[in-house]
């Protein structure tokens, strides 16, 4: 168990090296960084600052620096807001998660119950369209979803507000748009694993027994059904992070993803590398913690 | 970080299709109504890409100040020359459409055939060496899978210049690692069966065994989860476009032609309507057919 903790730790360590090359390859891929941050300089003034910001140096050492500078939480000067990238990243974070936890909470609260119940009764009408909805949402653009529901209920309607962030009324429909990406995906994992379970013969046996339907559901099968549910949920939070990039930008709310595509639109790369790698460090965390998890959670791995 | 050491995808090895199998894989496809319902969808889509000149009805590109906002026919105001109406400088949506498939369905496949030649080589070469090769490409594998989807197209695209080719190329190269992860599960399994051994042992060089042994009994794997992948691009592609960085063409896309609808929401609701129900009608045929495809080829399902 301790060795287990152990080697995920230092996978957790290589991914994130490996985050880091990747968010500092974002400035370097195009080959020339200075041409990418000011198109428009002349050739004089680029030469002058590809000096003095040392692009000059070997990439190896200009990543050295790199991790160097972000292990101490320095990602650079925006340059459009004139000040340290991560301060103005963090700064948007919790619109960000919040929007994305409460999405996850309603997603959770609606495959469950719907994901057991098309389980359970299999072939039925429930199921039915319950597979019918799994098949659109996944088919739906979340920014069509988005300007669909801003259109029916903001502006036919007019029961809820377009855009902003200022009252309560203002979250259900980003919520609702980021939920219709992860709903049909937890709601076909939930109910996929149900019907694994749902015929071993430990169920059958506790219904044999006697245990009432109701109890050999939540108790025998679902506690089982629970573990690729919890590898599968850990997963989508990096999915509705993607999601809530999207969602940010059609309802106007001022969170970490509406900053990241303003700022590729003024091609100010450290916010972006900034966000592209604090989205990705949660991602990380949250998956080693859904790891440590499912070493609890499963018994298998536990007594060894 | 990695379920793919901790709940490996759950793959069972498919025996090389016999005649009658395929057969009844095929059977099966054909006798479901909604995977039906996909390919026809599928045909008239593709149809409309490839005959674009010949079936719009008008110049996708041409501008008319005087039928700006012209609704669809069925509402008040509508002209029957404009199906669909018209959008804030008078281009006909319906022809915006029909060539805007087109785009959709290269970004589309391209990425696809990007992912697929970088994921299942990695795949193979993976799960036939193991040891050392393996855990370097389950740690890109691993890292590839830290970043949101589509944050890092968005974020490359930027970086190298919004064009079709660097979307296709970013989608493709942000796509591979399911391939990788399945076809290296399979290959791992493969490994161990008589005929493997039969071949290995009867002198077969490393790349006979990988191409004529190991890669046609990946095949099943392979083209369902291409198939849903082309769906997962055209969304991706779309997305890109809202975000600000599409093609970069003067083509119409659907992403394209929503973002632009987004503006015009409250006056003109179908700008951003139709292109995504084109979006929605096409991806969701995509599912229905790849969903079947994989009840019928899959050996798991069957």
Not at chain 2, 36 to 43: F, P, Q
Not at chain 2, 48 to 71: C, E, G, I, K, N
Not at chain 2, 116 to 128: A, D, H, K, Q, R
Request: aromatic content about 8%; overall charge positive.
């Amino acid at each position: 168990m301790l060795t287990l903790v152990a080697r995920r730790f230092v996978r957790l360590l290589v991914v994130l090296a490996g985050v880091s090359l990747v968010t500092f390859a974002i400035l370097h891929v195009s080959g020339d960084p200075v041409a990418l941050m000011m198109p428009e300089a002349p050739e004089a003034d680029r030469a002058g600052l590809r000096q003095s910001m040392g692009f000059n140096d070997p990439l190896a050492l200009q990543f050295a620096r790199f991790v160097g500078n972000i292990s101490r939480g320095d990602f650079g000067q925006s340059f459009f807001h004139r000040a340290p990238a991560l301060a103005l990243v963090l700064e948007r974070m919790p619109v960000t998660l919040l929007l994305t936890v409460i999405a996850m909470g309603l997603s959770l609260s609606l495959a469950i119950p719907i994901g057991i119940l098309s389980a359970v009764r299999r072939n039925s009408v429930v199921d039915h369209s319950a597979t019918f909805v799994v098949f659109l949402g996944t088919s739906m653009p979340v920014f069509w979803t988005g300007i669909m529901l801003i259109l029916l209920f903001a502006v036919r309607f007019r029961l809820l507000p377009v855009s902003g962030w200022e009252s309560w009324a203002a979250l259900i429909l980003p919520t609702l748009t980021l939920a219709s990406v992860s709903t049909p995906l937890l709601l076909r994992i939930v109910r996929s694993s149900m019907l694994e379970v749902i015929n071993l013969d430990y169920v059958r046996t506790a219904r044999a027994k006697g245990v009432s339907e109701w109890l050999v559901i939540c108790h025998h099968a679902l506690i089982n059904a629970a573990l690729p549910l919890v590898t599968v949920a850990g997963l989508q939070f990096g999915l509705l992070l993607g999601g809530a990039i999207i969602t940010e930008t059609v309802f106007a709310l001022p969170g970490v993803g509406r900053l990241i595509v303003g700022a590729i639109r003024q091609l100010d790369f450290p916010i972006v590398q900034a966000g592209v790698f604090v989205l990705a460090l949660i991602v990380v965390l949250v998956n080693f913690v859904v790891d440590m998890l499912y070493l609890y959670l499963n018994p298998q791995i536990r007594v060894r | 970080m990695s379920i793919g050491t901790l709940a490996p995808p759950r793959v069972a090895v498919a025996a090389p299709l016999p005649e009658s199998d395929r057969s009844r894989a095929w059977r099966k496809l054909v006798r479901n109504p909604a995977a039906i319902a996909g390919v026809l969808i599928l045909l008239v889509v593709i149809g409309a890409a490839v005959a674009a000149p010949y079936v719009a009805p008008h110049d996708p590109m041409r501008q008319s100040l005087l039928r700006r906002f012209t609704p669809p026919v069925w509402v008040p105001g509508g002209n029957p020359a404009y199906l669909l109406g018209t959008d804030q400088v008078g281009r006909d949506i319906l022809s915006r459409i029909i060539y805007g498939a087109r785009i959709s369905l290269v970004v589309g496949v391209s990425a696809v055939a990007v992912s697929l030649v970088v994921g299942v080589t990695l795949g193979l070469l993976s799960g036939f060496l193991r040891g050392r090769v393996d855990a370097v490409v389950m740690t890109v594998v691993d890292v590839t899978l830290s970043f949101p989807p589509l944050l890092l197209a968005l974020a490359f695209v930027a970086a190298l210049g919004p064009s079709l080719l660097t979307i296709i190329v970013v989608l493709g190269l942000t796509g591979w690692e399911r391939y990788t992860r399945v076809v290296r599960a399979e290959v791992l399994a493969l490994r161990e069966k008589d005929f493997v051994e039969a071949a290995r042992a009867i002198g077969a060089s490393p790349l006979r065994m990988i191409l004529r042994h190991l890669l046609p009994n990946t095949f099943s794997s392979i083209i369902v989860m291409s198939t849903l992948q082309v769906a997962q691009a055209i969304l991706q592609e779309a997305a890109l476009s809202f975000l600000g960085v599409g093609t970069g063409s003067a083509h119409p896309t659907w992403g394209q032609m929503i973002t632009l609808g987004r503006d015009f929401v409250s006056v003109a609701w179908w700008l951003a309507t139709f292109p995504g129900l084109a979006i929605l009608l096409t991806v969701l045929a995509i599912n229905l057919v790849g969903d079947r495809l994989r009840d019928a080829l899959d050996p798991r399902v069957r």
